[in-house]
């Protein structure tokens, strides 16, 4: 079975300035990578946008017309020092959080075995009535609270980004049917994320001292996060990808490389598998070296692809 890949040009549009991290060159390195031979299997798909009452599941329906409400007409609105509203800000959002909607809808239908949502702005740090941390609406949470509208019984999200999640794991903290987890480099931005941060015993979070590596990420989640997971027998898995923890990255001092996505990946995969029919859908968070970017974002939709083939 396929896999597909959603995204969408607005999401380009997103432009919080040239000197922002989160610039429109990320997502462009991201399709260009995916654009070499051995991603011509693909199934490529425009992002729908997403309802208002998809994302009022998670995010308070005030703050959902608020914020669009801010997007200015030209030049930029400053939402906190580091989140910013353009003139494109309010279709990319949309677009972004309906991606993983329908990403989410594809497998719960069969129509793909996994799929990658190639889209910005990023979602793990919106809370349900703040935007934060470059992050608009919160893209996973949006798609989760959409499996469970699907009929789904219980979703897992594993978030690799370098900075923990902080508004997906409030947002189901203290939702039985979702389960959460994170490695993140500790202490870092937010300041969430602590180990002894367990919601009703769905959340563990795996935290990595600075300059962290391969090892140490590897054994968190084969002692930690992987065996949780599989315990919590998920429906679905969905994946906040960041790829900031890469060792080039200059928002974060985790040292992983592309071998490291791949490998959690297949794992993820593997798990998918035994409990969910094989269902994966993963979103881009983080990742703000435009080479680093690209190469991890590659080795994960890769190694995506060669297990809903090989499965």
Not at 282 to 307: F, I, N, P, Q, R
Request: hydrophobic share 45%.
């Amino acid at each position: 079975m396929t896999t597909r890949l959603y995204t969408h040009a607005a999401c380009l549009d997103h432009d919080p300035g040239r000197l922002h991290p989160e610039r429109p060159a990320r997502l462009q390195a991201v399709l260009a990578a995916l654009e070499g031979p051995d991603f011509a299997a693909l199934e490529r798909l425009e992002a729908p946008r997403a309802k208002r009452a998809q994302i009022g599941r998670v995010h308070d329906l005030d703050y959902v017309d608020m914020l669009l409400a801010a997007v200015p007409d030209v030049g930029r609105a400053d939402l906190d020092a580091d989140t910013t509203l353009s003139a494109g800000s309010g279709e990319a959002a949309l677009r972004a959080a309906g991606a993983v909607c329908a990403a989410v809808a594809a497998a719960v239908r069969g129509e793909a075995k996994n799929a990658f949502c190639a889209v910005r702005p990023p979602g793990h740090h919106a809370e349900a009535a703040q935007a934060m941390g470059f992050c608009l609406f919160n893209n996973v949470a949006v798609g989760a609270a959409e499996a469970i509208a699907q009929g789904l019984d219980r979703v897992a999200i594993i978030d690799f980004d370098v900075h923990h999640g902080n508004g997906t794991q409030h947002m189901f903290e203290r939702d039985f049917q979702v389960f959460f987890a994170s490695t993140h480099q500790w202490p870092l931005y937010p300041g969430t994320g602590a180990a002894d941060e367990r919601g009703i015993g769905n959340v563990v979070n795996a935290p990595l001292p600075p300059l962290a590596g391969s090892a140490e990420f590897r054994q968190a989640m084969t002692e930690k996060i992987l065996p949780a997971v599989d315990r919590f027998r998920p429906d679905l898995i969905l994946i906040s990808a960041g790829f900031d923890a890469h060792w080039l990255d200059p928002l974060g001092s985790l040292n992983l490389d592309e071998a490291d996505y791949a490998w959690i990946t297949e794992a993820l995969c593997r798990i998918a598998d035994r409990h969910a029919e094989g269902r994966v859908v993963s979103t881009l968070e983080g990742g703000y070296d435009l080479d680093a970017l690209a190469a991890s974002a590659a080795a994960h939709v890769k190694a995506l692809m060669d297990w809903g083939r090989g499965s």
